[in-house]
């Protein structure tokens, strides 16, 4: 018995490969939207300040550290004097949980054990 291929696959295969004239991401997924700007928002200058819309802007940190226990302190220290106040405003609820807590708890152990731990700690959030 004899094995037969199939001339048609060959051509297939190779179209598949070749490099698409249009790929880049908004080919994909198509061009962002926007939103329609209101009648009231377009007619009137600009009554909202970017200070009223941001939460940073009514984030107190002193007194949200004020919060703290002394063990909270100790374990976010880094967050504390290195997260911006704008991502320290939301993030404030997600690194007082204590998953967040013993992750800190964990890194910290590695560290004094002398594993390598990277990024180093100053760099963990210097985005």
Not at 4 to 19: C, E, H, N
Request: no cysteine; net charge positive.
């Amino acid at each position: 018995m004899s094995s037969l291929k199939r001339k048609g696959d060959v051509g297939a295969a190779d179209a598949s490969k070749k490099a698409k004239t249009n790929g880049s991401i908004t080919s994909f997924f198509g061009p962002p939207k926007t939103k329609p700007v209101s009648a009231t928002a377009s007619s009137s200058p600009s009554t909202s300040t970017p200070e009223s819309s941001n939460p940073a802007s009514k984030f107190d940190k002193v007194a949200w550290v004020a919060t703290l226990t002394p063990e909270q302190k100790k374990h976010l220290a880094l967050e504390i004097n290195t997260l911006d106040p704008s991502w320290l405003a939301l993030l404030k609820d997600e690194i007082v949980k204590p998953e967040f807590i013993a992750l800190k708890k964990f890194i910290e152990g590695e560290v004094r054990s002398g594993q390598t731990v990277f990024p180093p700690s100053e760099d963990v959030y210097s985005w």
